[in-house]
């Protein structure tokens, strides 16, 4: 059964960094485009970064586009989030999803992770 696990979340300071992990099984991840998403209380679910099949080609939002970065690395079946300079506002359940393009709206990714929390917190 195709399987997405993030880990890495936790407690930080703002200015702090965090680097996120989504582990996959069940699929070959060289075939997707992998996605961070974060859903804050009482807010709607939002894409974060994504990367593509090839790891050529990007989609990020503007907020974090200076500070977080994506990458994958195919031979471990894993692909990161590492968030720099963390601010209040990032505190997020973050979750790793797969599609084919990273250009897909939210309900067309295929598979999800259970979400690991952030807290960016004084």
């Known amino acids: 059964q195709s399987q997405l696990v993030e880990s890495g979340g936790g407690l930080v300071q703002p200015g702090g960094s965090l680097r996120l992990s989504c582990a996959v099984s069940?699929?070959?991840?060289?075939?997707?485009?992998i996605g961070w998403f974060r859903q804050a209380p009482g807010k709607e679910r939002e894409g974060v970064l994504c990367?593509?099949?090839?790891?050529?080609?990007?989609k990020y939002r503007s907020s974090v586009r200076d500070r977080f970065t994506i990458s994958r690395d195919n031979a471990k079946n894993t692909v990161y989030l590492q968030m720099n300079s963390l601010k209040p506002e990032d505190t997020a359940i973050y979750y790793c999803?797969?599609?084919?393009?990273?250009?897909?709206?939210?309900?067309?990714?295929?598979?999800w992770g259970q979400g690991t929390q952030v807290t960016v917190s004084s």
């Open positions: 999803a797969a599609s084919d393009y990273c250009h897909r709206p939210i309900t067309e990714y295929s598979y």
């Open positions: 069940g699929f070959t991840l060289d075939y997707y485009a």
């Open positions: 990367i593509s099949r090839s790891g050529l080609s990007l």
